[in-house]
């Protein structure tokens, strides 16, 4: 099995930073796609940002030029820089890893736990 755990959380003040980070553990052969998520408050969760294996990223509009992804494959681990974050950016963010477990098995989804952001104006 491949566990995902974020870290990195909490109550921030508009035009604040935070940086997530999410470790990967357990039987890993490879990690492709590594990619954010977040769920506001009352609605559907929606898609932040990916990159994957050879780097390249993409954002989703809402956070271009304000959040990084960024992922560190010696540790499993893959971040998401958050800058002059606003209101609208409080969620539960979730980490998500499109892996597989052995050189024959079937790449899938694996997802964190969530972790919440709150953004005070």
């Known amino acids: 099995q491949v566990q995902l755990v974020e870290s990195g959380g909490g109550l921030v003040q508009a035009g604040g930073s935070l940086r997530l980070s999410c470790v990967a553990s357990g039987s890993i052969f490879s990690m492709n796609a590594m990619r954010w998520y977040r769920q506001p408050p009352g609605k559907s969760r929606e898609w932040v940002s990916v990159?994957?294996?050879?780097?390249?990223?993409v954002y989703a509009d809402s956070v271009k030029g304000r959040f990084t992804i960024s992922r560190d494959d010696g540790k499993n681990t893959v971040y998401l820089q958050m800058n002059s974050l606003k209101s609208e950016d409080t969620a539960v963010y979730y980490c998500?890893?499109?892996?597989?477990?052995?050189?024959?098995?079937?790449?899938?989804?694996?997802w964190g736990q969530g972790t919440q952001i709150t953004v005070s104006s």
């Open positions: 998500n890893v499109f892996a597989s477990r052995s050189r024959n098995s079937v790449p899938r989804d694996y």
């Open positions: 990159i994957i294996s050879g780097g390249s990223t």
